[in-house]
C-alpha cells in the first residue's frame, strides 16, 4: 500500500468538493438563471440608417471605450479563476469566478456586436472614418487601446504577487464602477437593444459584485495586516485607471495626448444628440463620487484606510506612487 511522495503546491487542482460559504452558491445559482445570450438580444429592432455617419461613428467611439475594459475582462477573471484552483478555493467560489468569466465574455460580444453593427466593421482600429468626428474616434481609441495594453502587463505581474484576498477589493472596485455606468446608461438610452444590453450587463455586474461582498465578509475579519495599505493602494490605481471610462483618463496616468479629452467631449457630445445617454461632466463626477463613497463605506468596516482622491473631493490618505506596472482593478 505504498503511496506516492507528497504533491509540490500550488497544485493547479484540487480533488475536493468543499461549500462553506452558502451565499455564493446562491449566487452561483443565480448566474445560471440569469444566464443570457447576447446574439439573441433584438438586434433586428436596430436599424442603423437612422443615424448620420457621424452619429454612428460618436456611438461606437463609446463602444470602444467600454470595450477596451471588457475586452481585458476575459483573460483577467480566467487568470483570477485559475487562481482560485491553485488557491483550493471552496467549490462555489471556483463556480462564481467561472460565472464571471463567462459573464465578461457576454459583455465583450455585446461591444462587438454594437460596433460591428454601427461602422459595418468588426474592428474600430482597421476601420475607416468617414467623417471628421470619426477620425478624432479613431485617433483616441488607439491611445486608448495602446493604455489598455500596459494594463495588462501590470496585472499580469500583479496577479501571482498578490493574495486573493488584495484582489477581492479591486475586484469589487471594478465591479461596483461596472454596476454604476450600466445602470446610468439604462435608464435614458432610447435603443431599445442597448437599453436591453445594459439592464442584462448591469444584473451581471450586480452578481459579481456580491461575490467580492461574500468573499470580503469571509476573509477580511482575519486579513494580514500588512495587506492593508496595499488595498488602499490598489484602490487609488484603480479610480485612476477606472476614470477612463467612468469619468475622464487623468494624463498623469493615462499616457494620453493633451487633446484626448476635447476631443472625446465633442464626440460624446454627436452621440449625446443622437439620443445615446452619456452622461454630462458634472454628472459623471458625482457618479463617481457615489460609487467611491459606496467602496469606502465597505472599507471602514474592515479597518482599511481610504485613499484620498480630491478629483471628486474625498478626503483620505494621500497615495502618490500609483502606477501601472502594477494594478489590479478590472471591470
Ligand atoms: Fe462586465
Ligand atoms: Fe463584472
Given at each position: 500500500?505504498a503511496?506516492?511522495?507528497a504533491?509540490?503546491?500550488?497544485?493547479?487542482?484540487?480533488?475536493s468538493?468543499?461549500?462553506h460559504?452558502?451565499?455564493?452558491?446562491?449566487?452561483?445559482?443565480?448566474?445560471q438563471?440569469?444566464?443570457?445570450d447576447?446574439?439573441?438580444?433584438d438586434?433586428?429592432?436596430f436599424?442603423?440608417s437612422?443615424?448620420?455617419?457621424?452619429?454612428?461613428?460618436?456611438?461606437?467611439?463609446?463602444?470602444t471605450i467600454?470595450?477596451?475594459?471588457?475586452?481585458?475582462?476575459?483573460?483577467v477573471?480566467a487568470?483570477?479563476?485559475i487562481?482560485?484552483?491553485?488557491?483550493?478555493e471552496?467549490?462555489?467560489v471556483?463556480r462564481?469566478f467561472f460565472s464571471?468569466?463567462?459573464?465578461e465574455?457576454n459583455?465583450?460580444?455585446?461591444?462587438?456586436?454594437?460596433?460591428?453593427k454601427?461602422?459595418?466593421h468588426?474592428?474600430p482600429l482597421?476601420?475607416?472614418?468617414?467623417?471628421?468626428i470619426?477620425?478624432?474616434a479613431?485617433?483616441?481609441?488607439q491611445?486608448l487601446?495602446y493604455?489598455?495594453?500596459?494594463?495588462?502587463?501590470?496585472?499580469?505581474?500583479a496577479?501571482p504577487k498578490?493574495?486573493?484576498?488584495?484582489?477581492f477589493s479591486?475586484?469589487?472596485?471594478?465591479?461596483?464602477?461596472?454596476?454604476?455606468?450600466?445602470?446610468?446608461?439604462?435608464?435614458?438610452c432610447?435603443?431599445?437593444v442597448?437599453?436591453?444590453?445594459?439592464r442584462?450587463?448591469?444584473r451581471?455586474e450586480g452578481?459579481?459584485m456580491?461575490?467580492?461582498m461574500?468573499?470580503?465578509e469571509?476573509?477580511?475579519?482575519k486579513?494580514?495586516?500588512?495587506?492593508?495599505?496595499?488595498i488602499t493602494k490598489?484602490?487609488?490605481a484603480?479610480y485612476?485607471?477606472?476614470?477612463?471610462?467612468?469619468?475622464?483618463?487623468?494624463e498623469d496616468?493615462?499616457d494620453i495626448?493633451a487633446d484626448?479629452?476635447?476631443?472625446?467631449?465633442?464626440?460624446?457630445a454627436v452621440?449625446?444628440?443622437?439620443?445615446?445617454?452619456?452622461?454630462?461632466?458634472?454628472?459623471k463626477?458625482?457618479?463617481?463620487?457615489?460609487?467611491?463613497l459606496?467602496?469606502?463605506?465597505?472599507?471602514?468596516?474592515y479597518?482599511?484606510?481610504?485613499?484620498?482622491?480630491?478629483?471628486?473631493?474625498?478626503?483620505?490618505?494621500?497615495?502618490?506612487?500609483a502606477?501601472?506596472?502594477d494594478?489590479?482593478?478590472v471591470?
Amino acid at each position: 500500500m505504498a503511496l506516492p511522495p507528497a504533491i509540490e503546491q500550488p497544485n493547479v487542482y484540487p480533488l475536493s468538493w468543499h461549500a462553506h460559504t452558502a451565499k455564493l452558491e446562491e449566487v452561483w445559482d443565480a448566474a445560471q438563471r440569469e444566464y443570457w445570450d447576447p446574439k439573441k438580444l433584438d438586434w433586428a429592432s436596430f436599424d442603423v440608417s437612422r443615424y448620420s455617419w457621424e452619429e454612428r461613428e460618436a456611438i461606437a467611439y463609446w463602444w470602444t471605450i467600454l470595450s477596451v475594459f471588457d475586452a481585458s475582462a476575459p483573460p483577467v477573471f480566467a487568470a483570477a479563476l485559475i487562481k482560485t484552483y491553485e488557491a483550493h478555493e471552496e467549490d462555489p467560489v471556483r463556480r462564481c469566478f467561472f460565472s464571471v468569466t463567462r459573464d465578461e465574455q457576454n459583455h465583450e460580444q455585446v461591444c462587438g456586436l454594437a460596433i460591428t453593427k454601427l461602422l459595418e466593421h468588426a474592428d474600430p482600429l482597421t476601420y475607416v472614418p468617414k467623417t471628421e468626428i470619426g477620425r478624432k474616434a479613431q485617433r483616441n481609441a488607439q491611445w486608448l487601446y495602446y493604455n489598455g495594453a500596459r494594463y495588462w502587463a501590470g496585472y499580469k505581474n500583479a496577479v501571482p504577487k498578490y493574495s486573493l484576498a488584495v484582489l477581492f477589493s479591486s475586484f469589487l472596485m471594478g465591479e461596483i464602477a461596472a454596476a454604476t455606468i450600466f445602470h446610468q446608461m439604462a435608464a435614458k438610452c432610447t435603443e431599445p437593444v442597448f437599453k436591453e444590453a445594459f439592464r442584462n450587463i448591469g444584473r451581471d455586474e450586480g452578481r459579481h459584485m456580491a461575490i467580492c461582498m461574500q468573499l470580503m465578509e469571509r476573509d477580511y475579519p482575519k486579513m494580514d495586516l500588512s495587506d492593508k495599505p496595499l488595498i488602499t493602494k490598489q484602490i487609488r490605481a484603480g479610480y485612476l485607471f477606472l476614470s477612463g471610462v467612468l469619468f475622464e483618463p487623468p494624463e498623469d496616468f493615462w499616457d494620453i495626448p493633451a487633446d484626448f479629452v476635447a476631443f472625446q467631449r465633442e464626440i460624446e457630445a454627436v452621440a449625446r444628440k443622437a439620443g445615446f445617454h452619456i452622461p454630462e461632466y458634472e454628472a459623471k463626477k458625482e457618479n463617481w463620487r457615489s460609487a467611491m463613497l459606496n467602496l469606502k463605506g465597505v472599507l471602514d468596516k474592515y479597518g482599511i484606510a481610504f485613499p484620498a482622491i480630491p478629483e471628486v473631493g474625498i478626503t483620505g490618505q494621500e497615495v502618490s506612487d500609483a502606477d501601472m506596472v502594477d494594478i489590479i482593478p478590472v471591470f
